[in-house]
């Protein structure tokens, strides 16, 4: 995107403020629920053998990392306005990683998932500790060649000195070469096909895998819809750049508000489902998050008191 577009109209001081502290308070609210989450995943053993919250766990921690990358990045926009392109590479393939690792991630819970209802019996041998361990690996292996070839071929299509001017910190102003645009189409189209393959295939097998309907199948195939929610909402950030691009134009005076709309909207709202859907929907985890927060407010209680 042009830089003219993004900065042509500031915000004035109040309002870049208010919409500072908007998203500071969102993410640091996003960010204490999920280090709750942690938390009690690292207090309970029984999670540690589950392939299916070793999957949530990772997303978490990487849907943590993304917020706080985007974060310092909405608000170095502000601060600094420009930022050296060898600083916004950096943070620019870190939230490449963590974008693409989350569509991937999903879809490997809902093969858990299905293999857990539709074929119980090997559900113990097939969802091992070390094979989730070597998929998450796998999944960070697959982010990490699509992110780092952005890097390879700006480094052989831009004057080294590019790496050394500043620029507004858009994915497109630090890899510019519309090879690195085409790639990306490509590996999106390819990435999406095959997670939405797999969403749609682990839905309709456990919907058809018992004639009646029993209470783990219902929750089963309730949790794959909300995986599928998930990812549909993780695509819209392979429409933005477009989308931004024309709306910027349509409307240059409101580009920074639709730069704060797109940011709430493609980065947040996502980011904050995970909690949601095992947080609180999964009554294991729900339960024990209980116990750890109850133990916590007593022990502060205890030490409070003892104070006194």
């Not at 299905?114 to 019996?121: G, K, M, Q, T, W």
């Not at 070839?149 to 590019?162: C, K, N, R, V």
């Not at 189209?189 to 309907?213: D, E, N, R």
């Not at 947080?279 to 916590?296: E, P, S, V």
């Amino acid at each position: 995107m042009n830089r003219t577009f993004v900065g042509q109209y500031r915000d004035s001081f109040t309002k870049a403020v208010t919409k500072n502290c908007i998203i500071i308070f969102i993410c640091i609210t996003i960010n204490f629920i999920n280090s709750v989450l942690i938390d009690t995943f690292r207090k309970n053993e029984i999670f540690f053998s589950k392939s299916r919250y070793i999957l949530f766990i990772h997303m978490v921690i990487n849907d943590m990392l993304h917020l706080i990358l985007t974060t310092l990045i909405f608000i170095f926009s502000y601060v600094f306005y420009l930022l050296p392109v060898s600083m916004c590479t950096v943070f620019m393939l870190v939230i490449i990683f963590t974008t693409e690792n989350t569509p991937l991630n999903l879809a490997c819970m809902a093969l858990e998932c299905y293999i857990a209802i539709c074929h119980p019996l090997h559900h113990i041998q097939v969802c091992t500790v070390k094979r989730t361990h070597v998929l998450l690996a796998l999944i960070w292996i697959i982010t990490f060649i699509s992110g780092i070839s952005d890097l390879f071929i700006t480094l052989a299509s831009s004057p080294i000195h590019f790496f050394y001017t500043e620029v507004f910190c858009l994915r497109i102003n630090v890899f510019p070469s519309p090879t690195v645009e085409k790639k990306r189409d490509f590996s999106y189209i390819v990435l999406l096909f095959v997670v939405w393959f797999v969403i749609v295939y682990t839905y309709f097998k456990i919907l058809f895998s018992a004639k009646t309907a029993s209470k783990d199948i219902k929750k089963a195939r309730n949790t794959i819809i909300l995986h599928g929610f998930q990812v549909l909402m993780c695509m819209t950030i392979y429409a933005t750049p477009a989308l931004r691009e024309m709306l910027i134009r349509l409307f240059p005076r409101s580009s920074s508000d639709i730069q704060f709309a797109v940011y709430i909207s493609v980065q947040i709202l996502p980011r904050s489902l995970s909690p949601i859907v095992y947080g609180i929907k999964d009554t294991t985890f729900r339960k024990h998050m209980k116990a750890n927060l109850m133990c916590t407010l007593g022990s502060t209680v205890k030490n409070l008191s003892g104070e006194v």
